[in-house]
C-alpha cells in the first residue's frame, strides 16, 4: 500500500534521527508478552522489549556464571542516560544501527565482540543469525525477536571501551569490544581467532579483520606481535566522517589504535608490564565531583554582601518560571519556521513551495521580495557602517544554514515540517571554505571597515627579532564554538494599529526593536519590545535573536495576524553564528635570559 508504519517500544530514537519518517503509524510492541521472555541460560536469552535498563540488571544478576556479563553492564550503563535506558529497548537501539550504519550504537558493538547472536521473527518462524549478517538483513516484515548473550570461556580476555565528550547523554567517537583466548602457560599465546569490533570509524568497518587474522597464533609478550598488530590495524582504519565531521580523520585513527593498544596490555596482564606502563590498562574513574562556597561577611553590615538567593531561583528551579514560548497563544495566532540552505558558497536557484503547502496545517510561504523594508538585520551602531547580513537571501547564499524563506502553519511542529518540505536549487556552486586555513589559502577576507581593529605597531619588532640570539615561531588556534543556550531563539509578534508589540528571547532590546523596525520600513518608536526572561544566552541572543525577531515579525505585518519563531535544536544550531574561530600566527625574538625582545603575530578571526 506504501504505508510506512514503525514498530516501538519507547521511541527514544526519535530524540537522535529526528527526521526519520514520516510515519504512517507508529506500533507499541511493549505488551507482548513473547518479546519479554528472559532465560538464564547459558546462554543468556532475553526478549527484544525488554528496556535497556532491564538488561543491565540481568547481565548483573548473571555476572557470577560469567565475568563478560559485568563488562557488558557496566558498558550499558554509558548508554544515553538512566530516563532513556528505562523505556529504551536494546533491540530499538540494534535497529538504529541498522537504519543509519553511521550510529555507533553501543549495543551492537559490544554485543558483537562478546559473540552474541540475534533471534529475528517472521509470519512463519525464527532464525538465528550474527549481529553482522543482521545488517546486511532487510527487516521488512520481520521483527526482532529476543538476542543470545554466550558466557565465553575462562580463558578468554573481554574488554569494552568508549570514548565520548561525557559518561552520559554522549554518542562515541569511538567505540570498541575485544575478546581474545589465550593460553597464559604458553607465553600468552593467542589461541583462537580473537574479536576486534569498533564502532564511530565509518559506516562500514564493524570488525578489524586483518588485524583479527594477524593476532591468531602470536604470542603477546613478543614486541613483533604488537608492533605488527599496530601497523596492521592503522592500515585497516579508515575513518569516513560518516558519524560527525567534527572529529579529524587523523583523531579517530589515533583514537582507536590508542583503544587497541589499553586492551593489549591488559591482555598480556600488569604483572608482565614494566612500571613505566603498568598503569596504562587501568580505566579512567572519576569521583563524584562536589564544591563549596564560604562567605564571609559581617552581620552589622547586612544587607551589603548578604548571602541570599537569586529573586527568580525557585520558580526557575521548580520550572515554575514563565519563557517567551510559555506564553499562552492568542487568538489567530499561527507558528513560523526558517527554511535554511544545505549548500555554501553559490547561489539562490528557485524554491518550491507546492509540497510544503500540501502539508496539514500550512498557511503562507514567504522570501525576501515581501520584506517592504531593508533585508538586512544588521543594524547600525553608534558610528560606522556595518556590513549587510540578509534575514532572507535574495539571491547570494554565503553559507550552510543561511536563512531562505519563512513557511508558516498552524503549529510549530507543522511549520517545521513545511520547512523541510520546501525543494531548494542552487546554482554556481564553488568549493565551500570551511576553515580559517581555507580562507587564508583563498583570500578571502572581509572588506576593511570601522569594525575592524587597527594594526598595532610599537618599535621595530621585525628589526629587533632579526638581530634577536633567538627566536621562536609558532601558531595557536582555537576552532568555533556553538553557544548551547537550553532556551533555543524565540520570538512572538503580533500586529498593533500603530505598529508591532514583540516578546523576545533577546541580549539587545534595542537591537531587536532597530532590526524589525529596518525590517518593516516604520520608525523604531513603533516596535514595542519586551523580555520577560532568557533560558540562556551567553552572547549568541545579542546579534542571533535580530535573525529570527525580524524573521517572526516580518510574517506577522505579512499576514496580519500573530506569529511564533521558536526554533528547533537543529535549525538553531544550522542558522546561528557561533563564537568566531581564530588563528593567531607568530613570531617571538628573546634573549639567552628569557627576556622577551619583540613580538610579530598576525591574528585571524
Known amino acids: ?103 555507533p550504537s553501543d549495543v551492537f558493538t559490544i554485543m558483537e565482540a562478546v559473540g552474541a547472536k540475534v533471534i529475528i521473527g517472521t509470519m512463519d518462524e525464527l532464525q538465528t543469525m550474527a549481529l553482522n549478517d543482521f545488517l546486511k538483513t ?138 613505566k606502563i603498568r598503569s596504562a590498562p587501568d580505566p579512567l574513574v572519576r569521583p563524584v565531583s562536589r564544591g563549596e562556597q564560604h562567605f564571609q561577611t559581617k552581620e552589622s553590615e547586612w544587607p551589603i554582601r548578604q548571602p541570599m538567593p537569586k529573586t527568580t531561583a525557585r520558580v526557575q528551579a521548580s520550572g515554575e518560571a514563565i519563557y517567551t514560548n510559555d506564553m499562552a497563544p492568542i487568538a489567530g495566532e499561527v507558528y513560523a519556521a526558517l527554511v535554511t540552505s544545505t549548500v555554501a558558497n553559490c547561489k539562490l536557484g528557485a524554491l518550491d513551495f507546492s509540497r510544503a503547502m500540501e502539508t496539514t496545517g500550512g498557511v503562507a510561504c514567504l522570501t525576501a521580495k515581501d520584506i517592504k523594508g531593508e533585508n538586512n538585520y544588521n543594524v547600525p551602531p553608534l558610528v560606522g557602517e556595518p556590513p549587510t547580513i540578509e534575514l532572507l537571501s ?37 568549493p565551500p571554505i570551511l576553515t580559517i586555513q581555507d580562507a587564508i589559502a583563498a583570500g578571502s577576507f572581509v572588506p576593511p571597515n570601522s569594525f575592524m581593529p587597527p594594526m598595532v605597531t610599537k618599535g621595530d619588532a621585525k628589526g629587533t627579532i632579526a638581530t634577536a640570539p633567538y627566536t621562536i615561531s609558532g601558531e595557536v588556534s582555537c576552532d568555533t564554538q556553538y553557544h548551547f543556550h537550553m532556551e533555543t531563539q524565540v520570538c512572538h509578534c503580533a500586529p498593533l494599529e500603530d505598529g508591532m508589540e514583540v516578546q523576545s528571547s533577546t541580549q539587545s532590546m534595542d537591537g531587536v526593536q532597530a532590526a524589525i523596525a529596518q ?22 541572543k545579542a546579534i542571533g535573536s535580530k535573525l529570527v525577531a525580524g524573521g517572526c515579525a516580518v510574517a506577522a505585518h505579512a499576514l496580519n495576524r500573530p506569529v511564533r519563531l521558536s526554533m528547533s535544536l537543529s535549525s538553531n544550531m544550522e542558522a546561528m553564528m557561533k563564537r568566531a574561530p581564530y588563528l593567531l600566527k607568530y613570531e617571538v625574538g628573546f634573549d639567552g635570559e628569557g627576556r622577551l625582545l619583540g613580538i610579530v603575530y598576525d591574528l585571524y578571526e
Not at 397 to 416: E, Y
Open 1 to 103: 500500500s506504501g504505508d510506512r508504519y514503525k514498530l516501538v517500544c519507547g521511541n527514544t530514537a526519535a530524540g537522535v534521527y529526528k527526521n526519520d519518517g514520516p510515519y504512517t503509524c507508529l506500533i507499541d510492541i511493549k505488551a507482548i508478552p513473547d518479546l519479554h521472555i528472559c532465560q538464564a541460560g547459558p546462554p543468556l536469552v532475553v526478549g527484544s522489549a525488554l528496556s535497556l535498563s532491564s538488561l543491565v540488571d540481568l547481565l548483573q544478576a548473571g555476572s557470577d556464571r560469567s565475568p563478560a556479563f559485568i563488562v557488558l553492564a557496566e558498558h550499558l550503563r554509558k548508554v544515553a542516560n538512566v530516563s532513556v535506558r528505562n523505556v529504551g529497548s536494546w533491540a530499538g537501539n540494534l535497529m538504529l544501527k541498522h537504519a543509519h550504519p553511521e550510529f
Open 138 to 275: 532487510t527487516m521488512n516484515g520481520k521483527v526482532i525477536h529476543s538476542l543470545e548473550i554466550p558466557p565465553g570461556n575462562a580463558d578468554e580476555i573481554f574488554k569494552t571501551y568508549k570514548v565520548a565528550p561525557r559518561s552520559q547523554s554522549a554518542h562515541a567517537y569511538v567505540n570498541a569490544g575485544f575478546r581474545m583466548a589465550v593460553d597464559r602457560q604458553n607465553n600468552l599465546t593467542v589461541v583462537a581467532k580473537p574479536s576486534i569490533v569498533f564502532g564511530g570509524v565509518s559506516k562500514t568497518m564493524v570488525h578489524a579483520s586483518a588485524t583479527e587474522d594477524f593476532l591468531f597464533g602470536r604470542k603477546l609478550r613478543d614486541a613483533e606481535t604488537l608492533k605488527g598488530a599496530l601497523a596492521t590495524l592503522e592500515a585497516e582504519l579508515k575513518p569516513d566522517n560518516s558519524g560527525s565531521a567534527l572529529q579529524s580523520q587523523q583523531y579517530i585513527r589515533q583514537l582507536a589504535m590508542g583503544i587497541f593498544y589499553k586492551f593489549y596490555l591488559s591482555a598480556v596482564g600488569k604483572e608482565n608490564l614494566s612500571e
Open 394 to 430: 535574495s539571491g547570494e547564499v554565503l553559507h550552510a544554514g543561511q536563512p531562505l524563506a519563512l513557511v508558516i502553519a498552524d503549529t510549530q511542529s507543522h511549520a517545521d515540517i513545511m520547512a523541510r518540505a520546501v525543494k531548494v536549487t542552487y546554482t554556481d556552486p564553488k
Open 519 to 540: 525590517a518593516l520600513g516604520i520608525q523604531a518608536n513603533r516596535v514595542y519590545v519586551s523580555v520577560k526572561r532568557l533560558g540562556g544566552g551567553f552572547g549568541a
